[in-house]
């Protein structure tokens, strides 16, 4: 896939954000969390020539990663790396690093992508989510798993 033709738009307005909900529960299942940073936090749609969304990011005054997604259609394609490759470069000269907290199934791809551990928030799924919170790979999430990446 050529990944060189694609724009990055600024989302502003909450119900313009809310307006791809389906994006942001696919990396957070609680309207209610995700409602929590989203008036708050930058969001942005990367997007291909036709228009179509490919994934989105959303990041908070304090430089952490809260949501990111890439649509089905999109996914293993590379999308994920570029997406983060982005949001370092775009943010390189605001925060010395970004960080993302994710379950454990998350770590490994965020570690491919230049993430190293930073800490672990033990039982962030159960005390925070009222429904239980599943993996890709079936298992409930209990940790929330931090880790960070320079993004110089």
Not at 73 to 78: H, V
Request: contains cysteine; negative net charge; aromatic residues 12%.
């Amino acid at each position: 896939m050529n990944h060189t033709e694609y724009t990055v738009e600024r989302i502003v307005a909450t119900d313009d954000k809310w307006a791809h909900r389906d994006l942001l529960l696919l990396a957070d299942p609680s309207e209610a969390m995700v409602a929590r940073y989203l008036a708050h936090s930058d969001m942005y749609l990367w997007r291909m020539p036709s228009g179509v969304v490919v994934g989105e990011a959303v990041i908070d005054p304090h430089g952490e990663i809260k949501n990111l997604a890439v649509a089905p259609a999109f996914q293993q394609q590379g999308w994920g790396r570029r997406i983060l490759d982005d949001l370092c470069a775009h943010y390189a000269e605001k925060f010395p690093a970004l960080t993302v907290g994710t379950s454990e199934g998350g770590v490994s791809f965020y570690e491919r992508c230049g993430f190293r551990y930073s800490h672990t928030v033990r039982n962030f799924f159960t005390d925070h989510y009222p429904e239980p919170v599943i993996d890709e790979d079936g298992t409930r999430c209990r940790d929330m798993i931090y880790l960070t990446r320079t993004t110089r």
